[in-house]
């Protein structure tokens, strides 16, 4: 069963890197105020000097990486690199692998640009970054609560980020 599994990854792993790459972009800006420099993502407020606007655009599949908790349960999803997957809902936790590019799943004539396999569960999510939260449209409703279904989540923090 794990070399079928394995070989499944590889598959949509190649199919994956030979699809166009989707982006997150913004703008950070830098400035400085009162002695002191400052990074933001909203536009500096009145009296900043220095002021520097930096772009940046990076691929929404490295975008992923780390833990996403839901906003208003107990459930979390954890990104790793080499497309490993944890998938946690209070104690109970399943382990599986995603991929992410443009047209990666599809269900019918409908595709999704999230897949993810946890354990026997298969799901194709529509997955976008709106603001702080990584928002999972299921692409067909699932008959259950699990992994496939819609989500709002948010970055996890670290205790470095306080």
Not at 46 to 64: F, H, K, M, Q, T
Not at 70 to 78: A, M, P, V, W
Not at 106 to 115: C, I, K, M, P
Request: hydrophobic share 35%; net charge neutral; aromatic share 10%.
């Amino acid at each position: 069963m794990s070399k079928f599994l394995l070989a499944v990854v590889a598959m949509l792993l190649v199919m994956s890197d030979s699809r166009s790459q989707e982006f997150e972009r913004g703008v950070v800006y830098s400035y400085s105020k009162d002695g002191q420099r400052h990074y933001s993502r909203t536009p500096p407020p009145e009296g900043a000097e220095d002021v520097r606007e930096l772009s940046y655009s990076i691929p929404l599949s490295d975008a992923l990486l780390g833990t996403w908790i839901e906003k208003h349960g107990d459930t979390s999803y954890t990104f790793s690199s080499g497309y490993s997957l944890e998938f946690r809902t209070g104690r109970f936790a399943k382990h599986g692998v995603w991929t992410y590019a443009p047209g990666n799943c599809a269900v019918g004539e409908t595709q999704g640009n999230l897949y993810i396999q946890a354990g026997t569960d298969r799901c194709c999510h529509n997955a976008s970054l709106l603001g702080n939260n990584l928002v999972l449209t299921a692409v067909v409703q699932p008959r259950f609560v699990g992994v496939c279904s819609d989500r709002v989540l948010v970055r996890a923090q670290t205790s470095s980020e306080g």
